[in-house]
């Protein structure tokens, strides 16, 4: 499958490179850039009042008559069968309605792996859910309790006995590796990169580095937990759901419990924190069995633990990186390959193997990484995945040649910065990453960097400042859908299924619907968060904002033919054809003399209507590969690590970023920041504890699992470029992932220039630096 989506891949970009770019979407720039009102303001998040007073509300806290409560049993092995289930002291403990086991689920269909390709393909795992006795990862789903009151269900779980017949399973890193597979292609790349002789050149450079990087598991910890508020009313389904995929989880919720589309609504509003983990589990699953079988709407809320359990993570990786250069320090050689987990009943290749394709040319590549099959819940995409770790990976290799060579780190980046992609040789839609590099060498006092390790101090305190770059895809997934609603008053009502989880979505969608339909902001409304609504695509890959943009360009557009049909021949645009005509000042008015125009109110009043409405779906996204379009960023850090007991304290960090057109400052700089800190935790604090005798998670708690505190972040600074991306909707690329990529590196290369040692396994912890 996958060699044919590469051969596909490839001859669509050999044809693209024909055609005209004006013919693609991004061919013309879009007429917003530059010209935008509300684009660019620090608007305040229309959904922040709802918020801190608690009228914002969250999948399980909806309320229903009869509701129950449901509770999961997880397996204690990681592979084999349940030889004996007993479910007796359960079904007649208090409060108890239903037992769940695979004796009385409802045989259902296995969930698609999530791809672009399909609208329903949105499952994390292809296992069985339910289904057989059999125990595929320590963890997985083997019960389920429905009670009155989440107390007795969770009472009433602890009294289900099971006894296994326990087979062996596959749970080494290491020990995998031999049997490690090599997949034909990452995600939307051929796997295998292999330009000229990398080896050899290795060998003939002047300079070289080649080393090997670790990074641990990583497991999700949003603050609220996957949970969800699940009703029948016959055959119609409602799921108040936490989810990053509300259309296409309804869709896949249709085909599983054989229901007509229309048959399913997904309501999600707010959703407090995704990160890659709020896609489609055993538990909702489980929970819709659940209510369809006792009859009740049930309410199923996973403990933390439970997250742990039956939410992947971030896979754990090893990653070679060696880079090879001549005597001024172009790259002459780079070789990144590593392992990493993916089971075949898995979606996520933590594509760490990508980073190395984008930021720096090369004589020679050699690129390639092999998957482990391990008996474990699928590890699933999380926070910059790939890129996170890959980045720290390459940075750090390139910070030790810099550091061999006697170059300053910056200046060996930009020398082996490319015109065109390294790899595929399309031109860069824009590129300043050496821009971001500079501006922010200069607002954070790089030139006060000693070059020699161990060269400042305070007291027990060694000094050091590091930087590292990061490079993040842009993503504008396919299947976008908006309706736009334009009223006799002047008010307009913008409408798809796109999802909130933080980011501020309708606030920043309100904006730019103002700017492209002329209005105020206030007279906009962006309703979202509900499958009944035209649909848009997953909120993942940091690409929903250009998404959703997209289909609000293609709705103006439509918009537009139609006010000008309505508006007829007694018009002041009367004889003008919509490609003469721009949405402005609350109507439509000639490009070409600005004082032929009427009013939205006018043209609607004239035709006796209340309001007019259009739907449309986003072009699609054809730009991505006619030409490379990456965000990026250029970190820095000074930090100070205790020669006493090995901490790390991180002082100042500061994020450059080249990402297009920043569309709202204070959003923006919320999320490159919240970006950081998942960087921070990256870097210092976070590690799955994994015991690979059991297959299972160690440390299921945050008591045990250390995402960063307050204390544990220091002073952010943020700054950006903001030059437009000429190829994409407002110029704008996406922000939510990059401010994590390149942070792990920065840190780990400010360690070595306080202490001059090395540290090649994350998360840097105090052990490893005495
Ligand atoms: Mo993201 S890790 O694509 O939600």
């Known amino acids: 499958m996958s060699r044919m989506q590469n051969a596909v891949i490839s001859s669509v970009k050999t044809a693209l490179g024909w055609v005209p770019a004006q013919w693609l979407p991004g061919g013309t720039p879009d007429p917003l850039i530059g010209r935008s009102a509300a684009i660019g303001r620090q608007d305040s998040r229309l959904d922040g009042p709802d918020k801190v007073s608690g009228r914002a509300r969250f999948a399980a806290e909806f309320g229903m008559e009869t509701l129950s409560y449901a509770t999961l049993v997880h397996s204690t092995i990681s592979r084999g069968r349940i030889a004996h289930l007993d479910t007796a002291a359960a ?37 069985p859910i339910l289904q057989d006795p059999e125990v595929r990862y320590n963890g997985q789903v083997l019960a389920a309790v429905i009670a009155e009151t989440q107390e007795q269900a969770d009472h009433a779980a602890s009294l289900i006995r099971i006894d296994y017949a326990v087979d062996t399973a596959k749970t080494d890193f290491d020990a995998a590796k031999p049997a490690a597979r090599v997949p034909a292609s990452v995600l939307m790349e051929k796997n295998h990169v292999s ?29 609220e937990l996957h949970a969800l508020t699940v009703a029948w009313d016959g055959d119609a389904l409602l799921i108040h759901d936490a989810t990053q995929m509300i259309a296409p989880s309804a869709k896949a919720q249709a085909k599983l419990f054989k229901l007509e589309p229309e048959q399913v609504r997904v309501v999600s509003p707010f959703v407090g924190g995704g990160f890659g983990a709020k896609g489609l589990w055993d538990h909702q699953i489980v929970a819709i069995a659940a209510a369809r079988l006792a009859g009740r709407p049930v309410r199923l809320m996973l403990s933390r633990e439970g997250v742990y359990r039956i939410v992947g993570g971030r896979s754990p990786s090893e990653q070679r990186v060696a880079i090879g250069a001549d005597a001024e320090g172009h790259f002459t050689a780079l070789v990144h390959t590593g392992y990493s987990i993916m089971p075949p009943y898995g979606a996520c290749p933590e594509q760490y193997s990508l980073s190395s394709r984008t930021p720096y040319r090369s004589k020679s590549f050699e690129i390639l990484q092999r998957h482990l099959d391990l008996d474990i819940v699928p590890n699933t995409f999380m926070r910059a995945p790939g890129e996170a770790i890959g980045t720290f990976a390459l940075e750090c290799a390139v910070d030790e040649l810099a550091h061999q060579m006697g170059i300053d780190p910056i200046a060996l980046r930009l020398r082996n910065e490319s015109e065109r992609h390294p790899i595929h040789g399309t031109p860069f839609s824009q590129r300043a990453q050496g821009q971001a590099y500079q501006d922010g060498a200069k607002r954070f006092g790089w030139d006060r960097r000693h070059a020699e390790p161990r060269a400042r101090r305070d007291g027990e305190w060694l000094i050091g400042m590091g930087c590292a770059g990061g490079s993040f895809p842009y993503v504008r997934m396919p299947n976008a859908n908006v309706r736009i609603t334009l009223r006799r008053d002047g008010t307009a009502v913008v409408a798809s299924s796109a999802q909130e989880m933080g980011m501020g979505t309708a606030t920043v969608q309100s904006q730019h619907a103002a700017d492209r339909l002329g209005l105020p902001v206030e007279h906009v409304t962006f309703e979202m968060g509900d499958s009944t609504l035209p649909a848009a695509p997953i909120a993942g890959g940091s690409s929903q904002t250009v998404s959703v943009a997209g289909a609000i360009m293609a709705a103006a557009e439509k918009l537009t033919v139609e006010l000008v049909r309505l508006a007829g021949n007694d018009s002041a645009i009367a004889g003008l054809r919509a490609g003469e005509i721009r949405l402005a000042d609350g109507g439509v008015a000639s490009i070409e003399d600005p004082s032929r125009s009427e009013s939205y109110a006018s043209i609607l009043a004239r035709a006796g209507r209340d309001e007019l409405t259009v739907t449309a779906a986003g072009s699609a996204p054809l730009e991505v590969l006619k030409y490379a379009m990456h965000s990026s960023s250029a970190i820095f850090c000074e930090l100070r690590v205790s020669e006493v007991t090995g901490e790390v304290r991180v002082d100042r960090l500061l994020g450059s970023f080249d990402c297009g057109t920043i569309l709202n400052p204070k959003t923006a700089a919320s999320q490159f920041k919240g970006g950081m800190i998942m960087g921070l935790g990256l870097a210092l604090t976070e590690e799955t504890l994994f015991d690979a005798r059991s297959g299972r998670i160690m440390n299921a708690t945050l008591a045990d699992y250390h995402i960063p505190a307050h204390l544990d972040v220091p002073e952010i600074e943020v700054m950006w470029t903001g030059i437009p991306d000429p190829r994409s909707p407002l110029g704008a690329r996406g922000i939510g992932e990059i401010g994590i990529t390149g942070v792990a590196a920065a840190v780990a290369n400010a360690v070595f220039n306080a202490t001059g040692k090395r540290v090649r396994e994350l998360p840097l912890t105090l052990d490893k630096l005495l």
């Open 91 to 127: 079904e007649a403990a208090p409060g108890v309605i239903l037992v769940l086991s695979h004796r009385n689920m409802p045989r259902i269909g296995t969930v698609p792996l999530i791809s672009m390709a399909d609208m329903t393909a949105v499952g994390n795992s292809s296992l």
């Open 195 to 223: 330009v000229g002789n990398a080896e050899r050149e290795l060998q003939r450079a002047a300079h070289c580095v080649d080393q090997t990087y670790k990074t641990p598991g990583h497991n999700h910890n949003a603050i």
